[in-house]
């Protein structure tokens, strides 16, 4: 059994009163005890081998991986621990002291094997037609063929130009060399020319174009053998991944199941993402309520080198992912009190401190934790508190947001007018802003640019993710202000203004690898996230004069 009672005392830590909210949370004291005692074991284990990229000189694929913890209560009220990895471990899905998975796609002889071995047969089958020495001659041919037919065809069409021209200058020599009798003649010669020439360019295309059929009828006798393999390798694989979801079955504590397919049908996605149902938490809370045990708290850590894309720190602690599980666990923990989800409060802001104002714009100071605009559930933010504040302005409209998290300056048009001109402005990148930021770490270089553009994470919003293939250039210039006791004071001037551009590129390894302070998403979350909008400069759009205002952190 997976069930691993604690090792440490823990007859001094009172239980929770409600369960962890999964996509947003500090770990509760249980927990934190549960991760460290499996960290202990990660650390000594030999039961396993995979490479989490602690040992650079290994060359052997380094893969960090996501585990969990579940603080569960057993029928004997005996409070124990379950462990739990995302996916496969050293690709195995069973390994001892972790829950096995909902679904076990790697045992052997399972439908999923022999689907797999049908699919690879047929990949290997396409893969030899189209490697085919004669396959290959025919598709150089048609290819070689085409391109001798374009061309030939272009210049048959240039000499009819060419013609065309000449027959013009001709009819324009015989007005005044000709009369009226040899003109008309010489029309008609000019004219039965032209009907032969188009004949004839008609003809060669004809001609050319049924070798062209004879051609690729020879390719496309091969080329449907290979389509109607790719075909049938489809039907098989949509077949195979649709028998898989159905094979994924939820429990919730009320033993009611429910199917992958049945979940993510009432969902934008309708169709389950792959590796739906492998993370660590639906697992954990799986055998929870197949072996009858009381789920009491739970928390995720990363642990090895991060993925290329994603900002994932060694032990950090981290939520469920809401692309593939925010719709599981609804169904897992229907019924169970939840804590509550700490995206739905936010600071406590009585007035909203103005920097500058006058009759055309405004500039504030937006307090940390306050929305620049109204969200889903929340609806205060800094534009309904200046609708209420400038009730006669045609605006007052933001002109540019800060993310909830961030604090400082925040530009606001209080008509359309100046709203539009002030856009423009932006638009043209002809505004210039900085940030003060406080890293978690020493930046060694006092100064330079980071470039990694970024794109949002599909399966985990609003999180982004570093994609070289999709994503939108993101483009920071840096300049480190002071370091002292391990942190870093650093100004950010951002040239793009991507979404959370500076708090990417200040986490990501291939960017400063110092997470801002704070940074509930990308690093480690304290009282607040210490970055704040400092300095902007902008054309006023009435006096047309170039205007600059500071604003300094309380951090």
Sequence with gaps: MAFTPFLSDISEIDLPQDFTYPFYYSPHPLSLIACQELQDYLKIQTDFKHNFGFDEKDTSLQIGKMFGVLVVKNQSGKLGYLAAFSGKLADENHHKRFVPPVFDLLEKDNFFRIGEVEVNDLTLKIQALESDKTYLQLKANLDSFKQEMDAAVALKKQALKTSKKQRDEKRALAKTTLNEAEQLLLIEQLKTESIREQLQVKDFIREINLKYAEIEGLFLEKEQVILQLKEERANKSSRLQKEIFEQYTFLNQAQKTKSLLAIFEQTVFQTPPAGAGECAAPKLLQYAFLNQLQPICMAEFWWGKSPSSEVRLHGQYYPACRGKCEPILAHMLEGISLEKNPMLEQASVKEIPVVYEDEYLLLINKPPEFLSV??????????????????????????????????????????????????????????????????????????????????????????????????????????????????????????????????????????????????????????????????????????????????????
Aim: a positive charge; glycine letters at 6%; hydrophobic letters at 35%.
């Design 374 to 555: 109204p969200g889903k559930e929340l609806k205060d933010s800094v534009y309904e508190r200046m609708r209420l504040k400038y009730p006669n302005a045609s605006g007052p409209l933001l002109v540019h947001r800060l993310d909830m998290s961030t604090s400082g300056l925040l530009l606001v048009a209080k008509s359309e007018e100046i709203y539009k001109q002030l856009q423009s402005q932006f638009i043209r990148r002809n505004v210039k802003k900085s940030y003060i930021a406080l890293l978690d770490g020493i930046v060694d270089k006092t100064e330079g640019d980071i470039s990694l553009p970024l794109r949002v994470d599909l399966e985990d919003r609003p999180k982004q993710l570093v994609c070289y293939e999709h994503g939108k250039n993101a483009y920071t210039k840096y300049k480190v202000l002071e370091i002292k006791n391990g942190k870093t004071r650093i100004q950010f001037f951002p040239i793009t203004g991507r979404t959370h551009q500076l708090r990417v590129h200040a986490a990501h390894h291939l960017g400063l690898n110092c997470p801002i302070i704070g940074d509930d998403l990308y690093g480690t979350k304290s009282e607040r996230l210490c970055l704040h909008a400092q300095w902007i400069q902008f054309k006023h759009p009435i006096s047309k004069e170039i205007v600059e205002f500071s604003c300094e952190p309380n951090f």
